[in-house]
Nanobody, 127 residues
Framework: QVRLVESGGGSVQAGGSLKLSCKAS????????MGWYRQAPGKERELVSS???????LDADSVKGRFTISRDHGKNTLYLQMNSLKTDDTAAYYC?????????????????????WGQGTQVTVSS
């Protein structure tokens, strides 16, 4: 069973930093890319940062220069380092896989036909 477990959210003052973690299991970690998404009240869920299966990264303009996505293949963990936080960064943050991960099932691997999502972790930035 694919499982993504997020941690590291919380409350922080504007200008501060947080580091989110997403522990992954149930699939071959390097077989697909991953991303961090967020959803704020009254807004559509948006892609914040992504990392490809070749570890090429891409950031949304709103967080460029402030957020850094990375992953530790030895720990099967995705990270989002968030610096210089703004009140506009307040949102629920979700990690997710890309489509096409190689998933463990019945002693074999199968290419997933959908994304997998974590449960979300709340980030609240106050002024």
């Amino acid at each position: 069973q694919v499982r993504l477990v997020e941690s590291g959210g919380g409350s922080v003052q504007a200008g501060g930093s947080l580091k989110l973690s997403c522990k992954a299991s149930g699939y071959i970690f390097s077989s697909c890319g991953m991303g961090w998404y967020r959803q704020a009240p009254g807004k559509e869920r948006e892609l914040v940062s992504s990392i490809s299966r070749d570890d090429i990264t891409l950031d949304a303009d709103s967080v460029k220069g402030r957020f850094t996505i990375s992953r530790d293949h030895g720990k099967n963990t995705l990270y989002l380092q968030m610096n210089s936080l703004k009140t506009d960064d307040t949102a629920a943050y979700y990690c997710a896989t890309d489509v096409g991960c190689l998933v463990y099932s019945n002693g074999d691997y199968h290419k997933a036909t959908s994304k997998y999502w974590g449960q979300g972790t709340q980030v609240t930035v106050s002024s």
